[in-house]
């Protein structure tokens, strides 16, 4: 079957796409998740989140867009259609109007993992990404460190599915190898999204891997799965081509002891800024 992955039709695989694998297999040895971390540069769980709880959250999320008058008319909730002609919704914050949602990304399961994953007490960052992506849309190829690259450079992204994701309905890809792209990491990698007014790399997967080398993978996801991936992993999304919502969240992971960026610190994150300097100043 073909995909679109960013901008791209590419087919699943074929040459330029295949499956992600998960890392189940070494789920509960430390070392093992450590080590497969290194080799891919990433850890696909299946089942992490408890499925229920994170369907009670996504409900939750749901009835905070209905009453943003963003879902279909006579439909059903739990559904996620988009009303008419809505577009994205990137709902960026802390979330506490949402404790569904903030009992699953900050709770014992998850801390103790990265407890364990990091081998010091971890942090997660207050600041939630949550993002509702209607049809149409999908995010461009890119590397986290752009975002957040102010604190340690030792930091985890979860990207967790509030519900179930078809490849229809446009979960994350990831550019296999692209943690070891080291004239991409110390030449893009190396920007800083405030500072120097960037985002995405590119919104053609191609692009990177006819460049770099490496290939695309994704899969189908579950409510309960989780991807866990470097600052150094590229990523780009599926296009979202269904009429329903895909609603999914970031957070972030790391250790207590190394330093935090800035933006995303405290109790009230600053988030982005434009800090580029004025022209002809010092």
Same mark, same amino acid.
């Given at each position: 079957?073909?995909?679109?992955?960013?901008?791209?039709?590419? @087919?699943?695989?074929?040459?330029?796409?295949? @499956?992600?694998?998960?890392?189940?297999?070494?789920?509960?040895?430390?070392?093992?998740?450590? +080590?497969?971390?290194?080799?891919?540069?990433?850890?696909?769980?299946?089942?992490?989140?408890?499925?229920?709880?994170?369907?009670? +959250?996504?409900?939750?999320?749901?009835?905070?867009?209905?009453?943003?008058?963003?879902?279909?008319?006579?439909?059903?909730? @739990?559904?996620?259609?988009?009303?008419?002609?809505? &577009?994205?919704?990137?709902?960026?914050?802390?979330?506490?109007?949402?404790?569904?949602?903030?009992?699953?990304? !900050?709770?014992?399961? /998850?801390?103790?993992?990265?407890?364990?994953?990091?081998?010091?007490?971890?942090?997660?960052?207050?600041?939630?990404?949550?993002?509702?992506?209607?049809?149409?849309?999908?995010?461009?190829?890119?590397?986290?460190?752009?975002?957040?690259?102010?604190?340690?450079? !030792?930091?985890?992204?979860?990207?967790?599915?509030?519900?179930?994701?078809?490849?229809?309905?446009?979960?994350?890809?990831?550019?296999?190898?692209?943690?070891?792209?080291?004239?991409?990491?110390?030449?893009?990698? +190396?920007?800083?999204?405030?500072?120097?007014?960037?985002? +995405?790399?590119?919104?053609?997967?191609?692009?990177?891997?006819?460049?770099?080398? %490496?290939?695309?993978?994704?899969?189908?996801? #579950?409510? %309960?799965?989780?991807?866990?991936?470097?600052?150094?992993?590229?990523?780009?999304?599926?296009? !979202?081509?269904?009429?329903?919502?895909?609603?999914?969240?970031?957070?972030?992971? #790391?250790?207590?002891?190394?330093? /935090?960026?800035?933006?995303?610190?405290?109790?009230?994150?600053?988030?982005?800024? !434009?800090?580029?300097?004025?022209? %002809?100043? &010092?």
């Amino acid at each position: 079957m073909n995909v679109k992955v960013g901008s791209r039709e590419l @087919e699943l695989g074929g040459p330029h796409l295949e @499956e992600l694998r998960d890392s189940n297999d070494v789920l509960g040895d430390t070392d093992a998740l450590r +080590a497969r971390m290194e080799e891919d540069g990433y850890l696909l769980l299946r089942g992490f989140h408890d499925r229920e709880q994170v369907l009670r +959250a996504r409900t939750a999320v749901l009835s905070k867009i209905d009453k943003m008058g963003k879902l279909g008319r006579d439909t059903l909730l @739990e559904e996620g259609f988009t009303a008419d002609g809505s &577009k994205s919704i990137f709902m960026g914050g802390l979330h506490e109007d949402l404790p569904e949602l903030l009992d699953v990304l !900050n709770g014992e399961h /998850v801390m103790g993992f990265f407890d364990q994953l990091l081998g010091a007490k971890s942090l997660t960052y207050r600041y939630k990404w949550l993002r509702a992506v209607s049809k149409g849309d999908y995010t461009g190829a890119h590397y986290d460190i752009v975002y957040m690259g102010r604190g340690t450079h !030792n930091l985890y992204t979860v990207w967790s599915p509030l519900g179930d994701i078809s490849y229809e309905m446009g979960g994350l890809a990831l550019c296999l190898n692209s943690h070891r792209f080291e004239s991409l990491k110390q030449s893009y990698g +190396a920007k800083d999204s405030d500072r120097d007014g960037i985002g +995405a790399y590119t919104d053609d997967p191609l692009v990177i891997t006819e460049r770099y080398g %490496g290939k695309w993978a994704t899969t189908e996801f #579950q409510a %309960g799965d989780v991807l866990i991936f470097g600052m150094f992993l590229m990523h780009c999304s599926l296009e !979202n081509t269904t009429a329903q919502y895909r609603l999914s969240v970031d957070t972030r992971y #790391q250790s207590s002891l190394d330093p /935090v960026d800035p933006r995303w610190s405290g109790k009230k994150p600053r988030g982005h800024y !434009n800090d580029k300097p004025v022209p %002809g100043s &010092k």
